[in-house]
Structure formats: structure tokens, C-alpha cells
């Protein structure tokens, strides 16, 4: 396998390493589904329950590590942190008590265990899931805001889509270019910088799972209609990712709930697999 060469920027040697993961969500029939403007509440509510769990774990580790040298020169918690926007956002689609409701499936429980596995024992690998996120949310993200207003007739002062609002960010174009300045700064050796690189890959994988985790119950939805949608995921087919465990569900967090409508299960599914992709390819519209 290919080395990032010792003289290339970590910014490039991410974007290069992660052009095939690209090419493979960007071309997925979910991405030209929503690109059509097919966006349905429930879809939506359920991609931005999945990003409030994974911004949860990322965050959390992200604090445990800021004085690390290791990630330090990216800590700008003012300009990029998600949590409290995310808290925001549930509260408008799941109502008051949505901390109950909200819902929390084995492929985000994935992601949200590797995430605390990099921030408690390789730091330095921290890296390559904040720039892959917080970049992608400055780029990417913010096609996905307007298609999702236009097309659920969200109100124009942004309820329900805080998430994709960064009020300490004047310039989003200028902060890429300081965060891949920073980020260039950091000391890595050459063995260190190859494995930031793989991580920025699975960070991909971890979306394109999600991806398939949604694609995986439609296919199920047309071969049967009768399992319960509940207990597919639940248990996730095992073929979608090997030698891994779920993370336990917290509690008070529900498993995703079932749509009584298949038209609109179709709808959702759609939106959250374009979503999640999306999202995780949003560094290569900088």
C-alpha cells in the first residue's frame, strides 16, 4: 500500500489517500436521489439523530485530547463544535423529551465506538475524523442545508437546521485554509502520517456502512414486508461489517421505530443514505 511521500502536506496526502472511498459514495444512486430534492421529515430527523451521537463521541474525545500536541493546534471549539447545535436541532424535531426518543442504530453505534477507541488510545488519529467532519460540514453540509429547506419547507430563520449554522465562522473559505495550515503544522512522522491517512479512510467507511445499513433494510423491505423494521436494526447483518461488536445502546436511547407507510419508507431511506455520504464527502467541495 502507498505511503504519503514525507514532503507532502497532511491536508493533501488525507484528500488524496480518500479519492477511491470518495468516488464510491459520491456515485451512489442515494446521492443523485436527493440531489432530485427527494427529502422526507422522517429521513432527515433520523441522519441528524445519527450525527448528534457521533458529534457526541467525537467532542467528548476531542476535550479529553485539546492539550495533547498531538491534536491541540485544531482545537477551536467556539468555531466548530456541533454538540449544542445538534442538541438544538433535536429538541425541534423530537420534541421536549427527546433524549428518550430519539433513535440510535447499530451503524452509528459503530461509529461512535471507534471514535472513542482513537480518542483513548491513538490520539493522534483524531485528526482524521475532525477534518473529515468539521470541513465537510463547512463545505458539503451546507448544499445539504438548502436542498433540505427548500425542500421540507423549513422556515427560512434555520429551525431545525443549527447544525449546519456556524455563527463564529465569518469566512468559511479563509478557516479551511487556517485549519489545513494548522493541521500542516503538526509533527508527524512518516509511519504516523500513513496511519492518520488509513484513519481518514475508515472514517468514510464508517458512513458508507450507515449507507448500507439503510440500503440493507430497503432490500429487506422489498423482499418481505413483514419482519419488523425494529429488529432489523437491531441486529445488523454481520456481511455490512466484519470483526466488530455494537455498542451497547445507552440508555433511554430507542432503537429506530417503524413506519407503518412503505412510500414514505422508501422516502427516508433515500434521504439518510445520501445524507450520510454526503456529508462525509463534503472536504472535496473545498
Request: aromatic fraction near 10%.
Amino acid at each position: 500500500m502507498e505511503r504519503p511521500h514525507m514532503s507532502q502536506d497532511l491536508s493533501e496526502a488525507l484528500k488524496e489517500a480518500t479519492k477511491e472511498v470518495h468516488i464510491r459514495a459520491e456515485n451512489s444512486e442515494f446521492m443523485r436521489n436527493f440531489q432530485k430534492g427527494q427529502v422526507s421529515r422522517e429521513g432527515f430527523k433520523l441522519v441528524m439523530a445519527s450525527l448528534y451521537h457521533i458529534y457526541t463521541a467525537l467532542e467528548e474525545e476531542i476535550e479529553r485530547n485539546k492539550q495533547n500536541p498531538v491534536y491541540a493546534p485544531l482545537y477551536f471549539p467556539e468555531e466548530l463544535h456541533r454538540r449544542a447545535a445538534l442538541e438544538q436541532d433535536m429538541a425541534f424535531w423530537y420534541g421536549p423529551h427527546w433524549q428518550e426518543a430519539i433513535p440510535y442504530t447499530p451503524a452509528t453505534q459503530h461509529y461512535v465506538k471507534r471514535l472513542h477507541e482513537v480518542g483513548g488510545t491513538h490520539p493522534e488519529l483524531l485528526v482524521a475524523h475532525a477534518y473529515t467532519r468539521y470541513l465537510g460540514d463547512l463545505s458539503g453540509g451546507q448544499v445539504l442545508k438548502k436542498i433540505a429547506q427548500k425542500a421540507m419547507a423549513l422556515p427560512s430563520s434555520g429551525e431545525g437546521l443549527a447544525f449546519f449554522t456556524f455563527p463564529s465562522i465569518d469566512n468559511p473559505t479563509k478557516f479551511k485554509q487556517l485549519y489545513r495550515a494548522r493541521m500542516n503544522t503538526l509533527e508527524m512522522t512518516p509511519e504516523v502520517k500513513h496511519r492518520v491517512t488509513e484513519e481518514a479512510k475508515t472514517a468514510f467507511l464508517l458512513n458508507i456502512e450507515l449507507f448500507e445499513e439503510l440500503q440493507a433494510l430497503l432490500t429487506e423491505e422489498h423482499k418481505d414486508q413483514s419482519p419488523s423494521q425494529t429488529e432489523f436494526l437491531r441486529q445488523r447483518p454481520a456481511s455490512l461489517v466484519q470483526d466488530t461488536t455494537s455498542a451497547e445502546t445507552p440508555r433511554g436511547k430507542s432503537q429506530i421505530s417503524t413506519s407503518s407507510s412503505q412510500t414514505p419508507l422508501l422516502r427516508w431511506v433515500l434521504t439518510l443514505s445520501f445524507l450520510l455520504a454526503t456529508v462525509a464527502v463534503g472536504i472535496y467541495a473545498m
